[in-house]
């Protein structure tokens, strides 16, 4: 096995001891104030009430409708942007073809728009007074205000996370393997399953991990699409609000503690597959490892 | 397995990177294809391999029309510049990879694989690495690896992109003698790219010069070398000197301005150049430069009465003789020279 590159500190590059310690010191307070308190003040409030009225709030049917429709949009809405993405990154990493500039700046535009106008987009396309409105009642389609609307804001929303992960990766690897692949016999389907993917997976695992993260996360784009029904459109992000709303704070501060828990499984895996994409990175680049 | 290239022309975006190309490759040759970069020399290895595809023109493997074929149904063997082997795979897997993307009905058994890939990997003298991945190994292993793979599902037809082009000097001729070796082992026609004229002397059968997308000359090393039929192909294959003048009527060359009948140019080769502290009656006046030691032969740079800087090769011994310094007088006389008009014909007698 390969060790990682040692970095050597150069002391030409090294600030004084007192404006390293500044700037760490800056981090920290920042950190702790925005991102460490709030994390903790979640769950003390979630169980200021004790830790009965802490699971009572997670298990009440209206909380439990809500969690099933965050993992049911998150179980549409991912595997589909994987295959969209991957799709989308070997088209733009593998091809030439007029419009590729394009094709990547609209891949960017979910990142780009609020997620509001994401939600309204869907909205005025589909809503009742929407371009296919019409055409959708009479057909007795329901996508707004139901929970096939959600699952296409998130859709659209967390459509960039696996493309961009991938197109940079497939790029730095060109196509040599896969022309390997060919020449030797093997079938397009073949070079894909036996060399493409072996070589991107951890890059599409990240990218994979960081929609799975926004697409239970997402609030804004469903919030204009959903219609708030409770325990029939209600995402866990839209039943936190809810419930703040009905000053109901033990319960909305325990559901919110349940999406805090899966950002920090996330960040944990995040920072498990980065290590790998890094160590894969090296692989792919014999000159850098040592 | 011979290979017949026929009117074959390449275009990318306006730029005619091949220009009716027609080539005889012989079943069982040793063949380079040698230009300077950019002369479509690799775009040719790969439409013969399928990895490209022609705009005009056919090839065929023996006698068969593949022009259409895709490269999965060439049976062609390729070993790619930076041989992309499969990083994530084993050096047996990479040999493997080929007989195991067969399909079903032809694949042979795991049992018939692993004999097959131990054989390769004597065959390129990598017995006892195959556990090992390819970041593990060595550049010159990575190519015989990509060989062997390459090998593996018995291809008709070899071909090899640079094949020495990311190697140092010593492996590199290491390698090239074995390359040479390995055919001679093997008889299996191939095709090898190469910008490198010494390496393609020196390993292949017959070397075919390419410039601009165009086929210059094909013909053994000694042809070429010998009766180059351009100045460019001339040049390519070594150090060149070249002297400015006319033709008389008799087709003779002269570089003063009696008798003028055509302008022509007189290619020497350095070693062909004869240096002395005497005039004659063809000699011509020089000044040298520099006496520089290379080993078992002395270059000599001189300036000559027309202001152009020529370069001559001594033997150790001839130099100590004429025992030049710098700033000498002295005179040039060309051994043997090829005289080429100014539209590039060679000039039968000289």
């Known amino acids: 096995m390969h060790t990682l590159s040692v970095q050597t500190q150069s002391t030409a590059i090294t600030e004084p001891r007192w404006v390293r310690y500044t700037l760490i010191s800056i981090t920290l307070i920042f950190l702790s104030l925005f991102l460490l308190i709030p994390l903790i003040s979640v769950f003390t409030e979630g169980l200021r009430g004790g830790i009965n009225k802490y699971f009572a709030a997670m298990v009440e049917p209206d909380a439990i409708a809500a969690i099933q429709l965050t993992l049911i949009t998150a179980a549409i809405a991912v595997p589909l942007n994987l295959v969209f993405g991957v799709a989308a990154a070997w088209a733009i990493a593998k091809f030439e073809f007029t419009g590729k500039s394009l094709l990547i700046t609209l891949i960017d535009l979910p990142f780009a728009v609020s997620p509001v106008i994401s939600g309204l987009i869907f909205v005025l396309l589909f809503g009742l007074q929407g371009v296919f409105g019409e055409w959708l009642a009479a057909s007795d389609i329901k996508l707004i205000f139901a929970v096939p609307g959600i699952v296409l804001a998130t859709i659209f929303v967390t459509f960039p996370f696996v493309a961009r992960e991938l197109i940079p990766l497939l790029q730095s690897q060109g196509n040599d393997e896969e022309e390997a692949a060919l020449v030797l016999g093997a079938t397009g389907w073949q070079t894909f399953w036996h060399v493409t993917l072996p070589n991107i997976k951890w890059g599409l695992l990240y990218g994979v991990i960081l929609c799975n993260a926004r697409a239970m996360g997402e609030f804004g784009a469903v919030s204009v699409v959903s219609g708030h029904i409770r325990g029939l459109t209600n995402t866990m992000p839209l039943h936190v609000e809810i419930l703040y709303n009905e000053y109901n704070f033990i319960a909305a501060f325990a559901v919110a503690s349940l999406l805090a828990i899966l950002a920090l499984i996330t960040l944990a895996l995040k920072t498990f597959v980065e290590w790998r994409v890094q160590t894969q990175v090296l692989i792919n680049d014999p000159d850098v490892a040592s | ?350």
């Open chain 2, 1 to 350: 397995m011979s290979i017949e290239i026929q009117n074959v022309s390449k275009t990318f975006n306006k730029f005619n990177a091949l220009n009716n190309i027609n080539l005889h490759i012989p079943t069982g040759e040793l063949v380079a294809l040698l230009g300077p970069s950019g002369c479509g020399k690799t775009t040719l290895l790969r439409i013969i391999a399928g990895l490209e595809f022609a705009d005009k023109g056919s090839i065929f493997f023996y006698g068969e029309d593949t022009t259409a074929r895709s490269v999965r149904d060439r049976q062609v063997g390729f070993v790619f510049q930076h041989y992309a082997l499969f990083r994530h795979m084993t050096v047996f897997e990479n040999v493997a990879f080929g007989l195991r993307m067969k399909p079903r009905a032809q694949r042979p058994s795991d049992k018939q694989i692993q004999s097959k890939v131990d054989d390769l990997l004597n065959l390129v003298q990598m017995q006892g690495l195959a556990d090992r991945f390819p970041r593990q190994l060595s550049g010159g292993q990575r190519q015989r690896i990509a060989l062997a793979r390459a090998l593996a599902v018995e291809p008709k037809v070899l071909l090899l992109d640079e094949p020495f082009g990311a190697l140092d000097t010593k492996v590199r001729k290491e390698l090239r003698r074995w390359l040479r070796h390995l055919h001679d082992t093997v008889h299996i026609t191939s095709v090898f790219v190469t910008h490198d004229q010494e390496e393609a002397m020196e390993v292949s059968d017959r070397v075919v010069v390419m410039n601009k997308g165009q086929v210059e000359q094909v013909g053994t090393p000694d042809e070429l070398y010998e009766h180059a039929v351009n100045p460019f192909v001339y040049q390519f294959l070594g150090n060149v000197n070249v002297f400015k003048g006319h033709l008389d009527q008799d087709s003779h060359f002269h570089t003063n301005d009696d008798n003028r009948v055509a302008s022509a140019s007189a290619y020497v080769r350095p070693h062909d150049l004869e240096i002395s502290r005497i005039a004659d009656g063809e000699s011509i006046a020089a000044t040298v430069l520099s006496v520089l030691s290379l080993g078992a032969t002395v270059r000599v740079e001189l300036l000559d009465v027309q202001d152009i800087t020529l370069e001559a090769e001594l033997s150790k011994e001839l130099s100590r003789t004429l025992d030049l310094k710098k700033g000498d007088q002295v005179f040039v006389k060309p051994k043997q020279m090829r005289v080429f008009t100014a539209s590039g014909a060679v000039v039968a007698a000289a």
